[in-house]
């Protein structure tokens, strides 16, 4: 069974151009979680999607960031009009269904973005 | 909301002694889940052990056990007969796995702890 995949790696983009960062979670799994890790900081919250439906966002900047889970195909974290703030590594998990026990995520490798 | 607090941010061992890592939280709910994650420098996040708040037992997996003091919100990580691939960042991090539905499964994280294993 297939880990957690997300690409790419190691994405670079210009200031001004748009960020597309995939995740394909772990097969069976449902629930999608996106982190964002600033330099020297652990991971903070951006967003929690199930099969076309956003849960919860309250962690997701206001503007220029937005997130999907089609019901086919990996789910999707696009920045729009990057800029040097939003360099950082982003992580995808992935989760079972709340039935199947405790919500124990598992990671992707993360996509490391750098905006020059 | 939830607040995960690890007031170490680098400690240090020599190879086969035993180190612990602190993680103090902040709720008012009576049912969630800890966690403490590893990322070496490779930035993989790992599960390193999890506990269920509800369970009295400390969790151990082989050489790392958790001091889990549900009053005091403390949730330490000991790490026995250190190896050097035991060198990375560590995490606590919280779960509310009933919050109100929207939060369901979302994971609150500490600043983390970088450990430094010495021959």
């Given at each position: 069974n297939a880990g957690v995949m997300q690409?790419?790696?190691?994405?670079?983009?210009?200031?001004?151009?748009?960020?597309?960062?995939?995740?394909s979670p772990m097969k069976g799994h449902s629930h999608v979680y996106w982190y964002r890790q600033l330099p020297e900081e652990g991971l903070k919250f951006m967003v929690y999607l199930q099969k076309e439906n956003i849960i919860d966002e309250s962690g997701m900047p206001k503007e220029r960031f937005s997130a999907e889970?089609?019901?086919?195909?990996?789910?999707?974290?696009?920045?729009?009009?990057?800029?040097?703030?939003?360099?950082?590594?982003?992580?995808c998990a992935s989760s079972p269904s709340k039935g199947q026990g405790v919500n124990e995520q598992y990671f992707g490798p993360g996509t490391r973005l750098t905006v020059t | 909301a939830q607040t995960v607090t690890q007031s170490q941010p680098e400690m240090s061992?020599?190879?086969?002694?035993?180190?612990?890592?602190?993680?103090?939280?902040?709720?008012?709910?009576n049912n969630y889940y800890l966690f403490w994650y590893k990322q070496p420098p490779s930035?993989?996040?790992?599960?390193?052990?999890?506990?269920?708040?509800?369970?009295?037992?400390?969790?151990?997996?082989?050489?790392?056990?958790?001091?889990?003091q549900k009053a005091a919100k403390s949730f330490s990580?000991?790490?026995?007969?250190?190896?050097?691939?035991?060198?990375?960042?560590?995490?606590?991090?919280?779960?509310?796995?009933?919050?109100?539905?929207?939060?369901?499964?979302?994971l609150t994280?500490?600043?983390?702890?970088?450990?430094?294993?010495?021959?």
């Open positions: 690409n790419p790696r190691h994405l670079v983009r210009r200031r001004g151009q748009e960020a597309r960062l995939r995740c889970f089609p019901k086919e195909g990996p789910s999707i974290l696009r920045i729009q009009q990057v800029v040097r703030g939003d360099s950082a590594a982003y992580f | 061992v020599q190879e086969a002694e035993t180190v612990t890592l602190s993680c103090t939280y902040d709720t008012s709910e930035r993989q996040m790992i599960l390193v052990i999890r506990q269920e708040a509800y369970k009295q037992q400390n969790a151990t997996e082989n050489r790392f056990s958790v001091n889990f990580l000991k790490i026995s007969d250190s190896q050097l691939g035991d060198t990375a960042m560590y995490f606590c991090a919280f779960m509310d796995p009933d919050a109100g539905g929207t939060s369901y499964g979302k994280f500490g600043q983390g702890t970088i450990l430094t294993v010495h021959p």
